[in-house]
């Protein structure tokens, strides 16, 4: 078979183009931003061995243009990042394709990208629990410029790594961002400082003045041993709330309708039971703060089948009613803390609420955990959850589930992708938690938007009763999902924005030359 380069083949169609910058890649140092072309093969494909990655800051469509200032041989490969200069110039790139004898095609559609110019730039500052970053936040510092940062871990802690732009530097306690020009990250992890017996030194002397701590020993009589103490964080000299033994919201969904009189409550089961039988209490109430009680249990069984426990309300309540309610734990000398608040409406004639759980993984409270729901089956395919160590309170199972009959908006927000609960309801984090949530070509219709960069994540608010706006950190374009950091667990749903997304892609990644058109996607995080 030939080789036979054409004035147009396949490979001259370059249809996917990303400024990986925007993703802020590790891989990119900090004097560079990045370019990932991505191209389709020139078939046959066979005949061809390799592509050569062309560009420059002059376009062929120049007068006098002569050839490209640089190029790269990739290989047998259909897509390359490329790291150029952050000099404010526009480039040019473009692909030719070449077979084992050394015959080359003719170059690809030439596509164009040009970096921000923004005077100031951002970088993001994060402390994990048990420590600090000063300064912290969102942090400005003018273009070209530099800053420093300092970490400090908290009584009983350790630095365990320091991480910039999401790739370890180390663990130490100070660190510079020189000549800045692009947005940036910076994490630090703190971890327990443990010695060899699993205790810090510290924590043992700070609470009993001794080395000589049994680890199984329960000294306040609470139910949680020293060890168990130690792991959550809690004052092993003082009686307390255990917070392994908290449950989890189940069910009705918090905010959404009930049609049943007497609708049934549900709780996932504590994951901890240190002493005794564990008895749930529930209580019902007319208002949000507990005040005007409605209906209450104690000394209920657990769940005989290990995972839910659920309780009725003995009377009917009222139709067309708000309720609120909680739950806890008692066992033996222990409690829990109360469940958060949440909220039901009452509402014989309409449909109810339901979620129907289609991922969920066990967390434990210093794991990392990422889920992604990856059944083909399920309504919330793509949904992707991911927790840094630390970031909840106690063990629970994280669950994502698909929502029928959610809430509608009522304050003109224009809500069109699937509703996903993200559970426990209520749960709070010491740490931003990442959230992914796919859109289709369908959600862009129904908001009346044509570019996800117009898109943005919504969640419901059980206080106000309306969808709050939660900011797009970025977009994966490749997959098709909106990228959100979360402070606590609920309703989800993609929808219009009210301003563009900081993830939208930029005006200066442009396509040329008749190659098709470029289709802007990321290519991971």
């Known amino acids: 078979m030939q080789f036979m380069p ?5 490979t001259t169609i370059l249809r996917r183009f990303v400024l990986a910058s925007l993703l802020a890649l590790a891989a990119a140092p900090a004097w560079a931003w990045t370019v990932t072309v991505a191209w389709d093969s020139n078939p046959p494909s066979e005949n061809v061995t390799g592509y050569i990655l062309h560009y420059g800051t002059t376009s062929r469509t120049a007068p006098g243009f002569a050839a490209y200032a640089s190029h790269v041989d990739v290989g047998n490969v259909t897509q390359h990042s490329v790291a150029l200069p952050d000099d404010g110039a526009t480039y040019y790139l473009a692909v030719v394709a070449y077979n084992a004898s050394g015959l080359r095609s003719d170059y690809s559609a030439e596509v164009s990208a040009a970096p921000t110019t923004a005077a100031t730039l951002t970088i993001s500052a994060r402390a994990g629990a048990g420590g600090s970053i000063s300064p912290s936040g969102s942090v400005r510092v003018d273009r070209g410029g530099s800053q420093s940062f300092e970490i400090a871990p908290s009584w009983g802690y350790r630095l365990a790594d320091v991480r910039v732009d999401g790739a370890s530097v180390g663990a130490g306690t100070t660190h510079t961002f020189p000549k800045v020009h692009a947005d940036r990250s910076i994490t630090a992890v703190f971890a327990l400082a443990q010695e060899t017996d699993g205790f810090a030194d510290s924590w043992k002397l700070h609470y009993f003045g001794t080395l000589d701590v049994a680890a199984d020993a329960d000294p306040d009589g609470d139910g949680m041993t020293n060890w168990e103490e130690y792991l959550y964080g809690t004052d092993p000299t003082e009686p307390g709330p255990n917070p392994a033994l908290t449950p989890a919201v189940r069910a009705p969904v918090s905010g959404g309708t009930v049609t049943s009189l007497s609708p049934e409550l549900s709780v996932y089961n504590a994951l901890s039971t240190p002493q005794g039988e564990p008895k749930y209490e529930f209580v019902l109430a007319s208002d949000r703060g507990m005040d005007q009680v409605v209906a209450a249990a ?3 069984e657990q769940g005989t089948d290990g995972t839910v426990t659920t309780w009725s309300a003995p009377q009917s309540l009222q139709d067309r009613t708000r309720y609120y309610w909680r739950a806890r734990v008692v066992s033996g000398a222990a409690a829990s803390e109360w469940t958060p608040v949440c909220t039901f409406y009452v509402d014989t004639s309409d449909t109810a609420t339901r979620s129907e759980v289609e991922g969920s993984e066990y967390v434990a409270v210093r794991s990392e955990v990422q889920l992604e729901v990856d059944d083909p089956a399920a309504l919330t395919r793509g949904v992707v959850v991911d927790l840094a160590a630390a970031a909840v309170p106690y063990d629970y199972v ?12 009522a304050d003109g927000a224009r809500v069109s992708g699937r509703v996903v609960e993200l559970g426990p309801h209520g749960l709070r ?21 044509t570019s996800p960069g117009e898109l943005a994540v919504f969640t419901y608010n059980t206080t106000s009763l309306a969808w709050d706006e939660v900011p797009v950190v970025a977009i994966d ?3 098709r999902r909106l990228v959100s950091e979360v402070e606590h667990f609920s309703l989800y749903t993609v929808g219009a924005a009210a301003s563009p997304s900081p993830g939208a892609p930029p005006a200066g990644a442009t396509g040329g030359g008749g190659g098709g058109g470029c289709f802007l996607q990321s290519l991971g995080f």
């Open 398 to 409: 994280l669950t994502v589930g698909s929502v029928e009959g959610a809430p509608t908006p």
């Open 6 to 10: 054409r004035s147009r083949p396949a």
């Open 429 to 449: 984090f010491a740490n931003p938690v990442k959230i992914l949530l796919p859109y289709t070509q369908q959600t862009l219709d129904d908001a009346g938007v």
């Open 298 to 300: 104690s000394g209920i």
């Open 477 to 479: 374009y490749l997959g």
